[in-house]
């Protein structure tokens, strides 16, 4: 998009003056050259005779209407050069320059930002449906970037799997301490239903104790996570290799909400499974345990 025009002086001898030629790029190719203050046409190349520091200047256009681009040249004597001689190449000095082409002026994109990315399909379909005449066409990040969003959602997926394993791993821990624990208090169990305690009232002292037990590991475990998550933000520990994983350490977002639900959801999960385990209070016969003891 756009036209770039340029100007430069060939190295070509001639008996009087310097030879002098434009291009031009861009546009539809139906390029047009203007000299300003001047007679020369088209894009040369022309000799122009001076005698003393000149500046010249085309303008490009071309047949679309492109906007157009200038470019200019300037030819300086060089010291020592006779006052009034008409310059050579070689009794120059020639310094080229321009606007940089006309494409500045030419968007090809509007970027949209959503403050909740997770409507991103739901902005794109509104702003294609609703905003875009028929020669246009709006691109989502996950339609310009869909190795990233695979590699996010591969990711996770990791992470599901990981808190899945990790909450059965601690149901299968917490279930057997609870049977080793209802197990050594067998005659304590006995003696409270003996007492008049119910089936339900003893296992809601064992549930409780367990919820006490997990609450400590989920508290030691916060801050233990905690900590290395901030360690790894602060200095970047881990590293990963950047043609892999698009980043050169493994990033970190500590958000207290995700936090505070892991811990609830993992102490309730854990607690449910737990209810199984403590129906051995249920068999435990009051008679058989206290003439054991």
């Known amino acids: 998009w756009g ?49 003393r520091d000149t500046v010249v200047r085309v303008v490009v256009h071309d047949a679309s209407h492109t906007v157009p681009d200038t470019a200019w040249l300037r030819i300086a004597p060089r010291p020592g050069t006779s006052a009034g001689t008409v310059l050579r190449r070689d009794q120059a000095t020639i310094t080229t320059g321009g606007s940089g082409g006309s494409d500045r002026h030419y968007v090809g994109a509007f970027e949209v930002l959503l403050d909740d990315p997770r409507r991103l399909d739901e902005m794109d379909q509104l702003v294609y449906r609703r905003h875009l005449p028929p020669n246009m066409r709006s691109l989502s990040a996950r339609d310009r970037f869909p190795e ?105 977002d500590l958000a207290i909400g995700p936090i505070v639900l892991l811990n609830i959801g993992t102490l309730a999960v854990c607690i449910a499974a737990l209810v199984l385990p403590s129906m051995l209070v249920a068999r435990i016969a009051p008679a058989r345990t206290v003439r054991f003891d």
Request: proline residues 3%; aromatic residues 8%; charged residues 15%.
């Open 148 to 252: 990233i969003f695979g590699w996010l959602e591969l990711l996770d997926t990791n992470v599901w799997v990981v808190i899945v394993l990790m909450v059965v791993v601690a149901i299968i821990n917490m279930a057997s301490a609870l049977l080793v624990l209802i197990l050594e208090r067998t005659r304590m169990i006995g003696v409270l239903k003996a007492m008049g305690a119910t089936d339900g009232a003893v296992r809601r002292v064992f549930l409780m104790v367990a919820a006490m037990v997990l609450g400590v590991g989920i508290l030691l475990g916060d801050i233990v996570g905690i900590g290395l998550c901030l360690l790894q933000q602060r200095f970047g520990i881990v590293t990963l290799p950047m043609e892999s994983y698009y980043v050169d350490a493994v990033p970190v």
């Open 3 to 51: 036209l770039k025009a340029e100007l430069y002086a060939p190295d070509t001898s001639v008996a009087d003056g310097i030879v002098v030629k434009a291009l031009a790029f861009g546009g539809d190719h139906v390029h047009h050259f203007e000299w300003p203050g001047t007679r020369l046409h088209g894009d040369g190349p022309h000799r122009v005779r001076t005698t």
